[in-house]
């Protein structure tokens, strides 16, 4: 299975070319989402969809777990 190039790279090479520009908006940290999100945590109203769990030794499992398309949710890495 081909790779995809990340599309930060994209930005840069399609400048050379002369094509379109490339433009990736950046989420800002807004105070007032944050305190509404962890609110919404606190109550239990809002919970994460974790799938898996793996430890930093095994990043390389998680990573192949991803690529298998079959998570459903998010996958941690648990850092010590």
Do not use: C, H, S, W
């Amino acid at each position: 299975m081909a790779q995809n190039p990340p599309l930060a790279l994209l930005g840069p090479v399609f400048r050379l070319v002369g094509a379109k520009r490339v433009a990736f908006p950046l989420p800002k940290a807004n105070t007032e989402v944050i305190e509404f999100l962890g609110a919404r945590l606190e109550r239990g109203e809002l919970r994460p969809v974790i799938d898996r769990t793996y430890g930093l030794d095994d990043i390389v499992e998680a990573f192949r777990f991803v690529e298998t398309g079959q998570k459903i949710g998010n996958v941690a890495l648990l850092v010590a």
